[in-house]
């Protein structure tokens, strides 16, 4: 019944819909775009020419590159991917401080219980997080898939796709649609467990737009800091991506992730969330 | 009632949103492959002929013939013991891949004019993963019989036969998926594959007999 109510209260409310609008306004964008660059590349590729042999790079023209996730520069995608930490958070985020602020949650604890609540709260968070993230990538995929065909792409087009050895590749070359899902997947539980950060968070920091704003220039630093570190010759050959702010991408950008590190950060996340739920646990709810 | 009906509205609005998106993406997938190449895995020590398709390093070779004879993976250690060659220039070399195939020509009656550059001839790893990273010092070593040209290019008279050893370069950073890995490993147990031509019939000649246990037969 909580969890009702929670899952309403997160799907339902004007951060929701802002964080959802935003990605969805960036979805449609790089939408747009590929679909030009879709419609010159078509005729540069002459795919209903009279010579079979115009058309010898037609896997070119897939529609596993040319949605969201295989987008690397335009406008929509690369902010897309690079504000995601702060549209996950936004939509539900702010919540359980401002629930703590007005001593609403002391009342649900005693309706019901500690484990409910924090449950509930948890379970809202990561749908509402994964759901900011995913469901704008979802649609674009949708509309591209409705314009674009889904050839197999071919390992002789990775230079156009920019997909060659990371994080699940092989399947890309194999079965690109459970590449596409796999990461709209790997998308939604980063996102909903980084959501459920703030949980954490909002324990030490009253300002719930602190809160809000914490795990965005948290990978914002990281990403930074990545960056530096590899102006150093000794991290020069450094080939896996460490950072959140790209390794989500489908497409991957330059560097490959790597499925080591991608679980080091989901266990990171995973631990903090168990050891935050242990420790409220026994914590008094006068505090 | 009122909610039931708007319920039930939604529904409808969902089913039939649905059936559109998906007969929209039928149609448009419904010719998808037709100008597809196609592609054929050849076994080692099939002949594979190169025909009219295009290629890498056949934009002229019809009437030539392949077929995959012997493959070896070698360390740098191992080539310089063998050849007395070590790759001065290669940064973060891990080794060579030693594709040894023999090129018939069969009806190319353009000897001098038309053959085959075994420098371009892409090596593909499984299936997301292909290098022409190709040593013309070391192919020149190990082809006395080919005189020195860009790209491993030569060609045979009509009826000549040729064995030819195309050295691929190997190193870090092109083949790996995990950073525990370097790429000697997942050379060693991916399958290898000669891309021959590209198109339309996109001819893959594979380099271990089946049941062959990639790498350790060298």
């Known amino acids: 019944m909580l969890l009702k109510l929670e899952l309403k209260k997160a799907f339902w409310n004007r951060w929701f819909f802002l964080s959802l609008g935003i990605g969805l306004i960036c979805s449609v964008l790089s939408f747009i775009y590929n679909l030009s660059k879709y419609s010159v590349e078509n005729r540069f590729y002459d795919v209903y020419g009279m010579s079979p042999y115009k058309n010898h790079e037609v896997y070119v023209l897939t529609a596993f590159s040319y949605w969201i996730g295989g987008d690397f520069y335009s406008l929509g995608s690369v902010v897309f991917y690079f504000i995601f930490p702060l549209l996950a958070v936004l939509a539900f985020g702010w919540s359980y401080r401002e629930e703590k602020r007005v001593g609403y949650h002391k ?60 994080f699940l590749a092989p399947l890309f070359y194999s079965h690109p649609l459970v590449y596409v899902f796999g990461y709209l997947l790997l998308d939604f539980v980063f996102a909903g467990l980084l959501a459920n950060l703030t949980l954490f968070i909002a324990e030490f920091i009253k300002n719930q737009w602190i809160i809000v704003v914490l795990p965005f ?17 000794a991290f020069r050959n450094i080939s896996a991506e460490f950072s959140p702010l790209t390794f989500l991408h489908a497409q991957g950008g330059g560097l490959r992730g790597d499925a080591f590190i991608i679980g080091v ?23 | 009632m009122k909610l039931g009906l708007e ?18 993406i039928i149609q448009v997938n419904h010719n998808k492959d037709e100008f597809m190449p196609k592609t054929s895995v050849y076994q080692k020590g099939e002949v594979v002929t190169f025909g009219k398709n295009l290629g890498y390093a056949n934009w002229q070779a019809e009437g030539y013939e392949v ?21 001065k220039e290669k940064t973060d070399l891990q080794g060579f891949c030693i594709v040894c195939i023999n090129v018939k020509n069969q009806s190319n009656q353009k000897a001098g004019e038309q053959g085959i550059s075994a420098g371009l001839i892409p090596l593909l790893v499984g299936v997301n993963q292909m290098t022409n990273n190709f040593d013309d010092e070391l192919f020149e070593l190990l082809n006395p019989d080919i005189p020195p040209t860009t790209f491993g290019g030569f060609s045979l008279n009509e009826g000549e036969n040729l064995d030819v050893y195309i050295p691929y370069v190997i190193n870090n950073g092109n083949f790996t998926n995990s950073i525990f890995e370097s790429d000697m490993d997942v050379l060693k147990r991916s399958n290898k594959y000669l891309m021959l031509t590209t198109y339309p019939e996109r001819k893959l000649l594979e380099l271990f007999e089946r049941g062959e246990v990639n790498g350790d037969n060298n």
């Open chain 1, 107 to 166: 009342m649900l604890i005693s309706k019901t219980s500690r484990r409910t609540y924090y449950l509930s709260k948890s379970i809202a968070l990561f749908i509402s997080g994964g759901t900011v993230f995913v469901l704008p990538q979802l649609i674009n995929l949708v509309m591209t898939m409705c314009v674009i065909p889904m050839r197999l792409p071919l390992v002789e087009g990775s230079m156009y796709y920019g997909i060659f050895n990371g």
């Open chain 2, 7 to 24: 319920k039930i509205l939604i529904i409808l609005i969902l089913i039939v949103a649905t059936i559109s998106i998906s007969w929209q």
């Open chain 2, 67 to 87: 077929s995959a004879k012997e493959t070896r993976v070698l360390l740098p250690d191992e080539v310089e013991k063998e050849y007395n060659y070590r790759n």
């Open chain 1, 217 to 233: 220039i948290f990978l914002l630093a990281f990403e930074q800091f990545l960056r530096l570190l590899y102006r150093f010759e």
């Open chain 1, 265 to 287: 950060w989901l266990f990171v996340l995973f631990i903090s969330w168990i050891v935050y739920f242990i420790w409220v646990r026994k914590r008094d709810i006068l505090e």
